[in-house]
């Protein structure tokens, strides 16, 4: 079955303890991105990765980081969390081309305290 | 400025009825893609429907189909007789660029979303 899987679905940490995110998709997608998504603002998207090796910021990067060292891992490392990284955490994959969808994991729901 | 716009926070309609939900988006590029997607409250995001910016016909994918309008760069969802599942938040989302487009421009820009309340 074709699926991004996300781990892990709920996290309670405290602020600046280093954290990560896995991401991982079954589907051979070059495009892979984080999304957060806050209420009244839809998702927005952190970092994306064209391919292996290959990141970029997006639109909402600090406080970020993220490595694509295998085409099917993109983990989301949150070095020093703070409360305002409190969110639902959207991982994506897609190949690419303009009018792909995109499938997303179950996302993780972050509480930082 | 938004490129995406979702007028309408919360949205009720009554089951078996027809509902439409709007958004409105802003590109200078002629090469884009419009979706939809629906967030249940268990919050998986799940695809819905695409239209090319090239496309003549409106998507319709089951009960669901999109309103594309260009020249007012809209592009609504409607949905067809109404089922208690539907009740969800609904997201458009609109992706610049084509496949040859640098990576920033195959990102999905979001709009705020709309919660839809169907009633029994």
């Known amino acids: 079955e074709a699926q991004v899987t996300q781990n892990p679905r709920y996290l309670i940490t405290v602020t600046g303890k280093k954290l990560t995110v896995t991401c991982s998709q079954n589907m051979n997608h070059e495009y892979m991105s984080w999304y957060r998504q806050d209420p009244g603002l839809g998702l927005r998207q952190i970092y994306y990765?064209?391919?292996?090796?290959?990141?970029d910021k997006g639109d909402v990067p600090e406080g970020y980081k993220v490595s694509r060292k295998e085409k099917r891992n993109f983990p989301l490392i949150l070095e020093s969390p703070s409360p305002n990284q409190t969110s639902l955490y959207f991982c994506?994959?897609?190949f690419g081309a303009g009018n792909t969808e995109a499938f997303f994991g179950q996302g993780t729901r972050l509480t930082v305290v | 400025a938004q490129k995406i716009t979702q007028t309408q926070p919360g949205m009720f309609v009554q089951e078996k009825e027809a509902v439409t939900l709007d958004c409105t988006y802003d590109t200078s590029d002629q090469s884009y893609g419009l979706f939809w997607y629906k967030q249940p409250s268990s919050g998986e995001m799940i695809f819905l429907i695409y239209?090319?910016?090239?496309?003549?016909q409106n998507a319709t994918e089951g009960r669901y189909s999109l309103n594309f309008q260009k020249a007012r760069k809209s592009a609504n969802l409607v949905i067809s007789a109404s089922q208690l599942g539907d009740s969800a938040m609904y997201f458009c989302a609109m992706r610049e660029g084509n496949f040859f487009s640098s990576g920033s421009a195959r990102q999905l820009t979001f709009g705020s979303g709309t919660q839809l309340t169907v009633l029994p």
């Open positions: 990765s064209m391919n292996v090796e290959v990141t």
């Open positions: 994506a994959s897609s």
């Open positions: 239209q090319g910016s090239y496309d003549e």
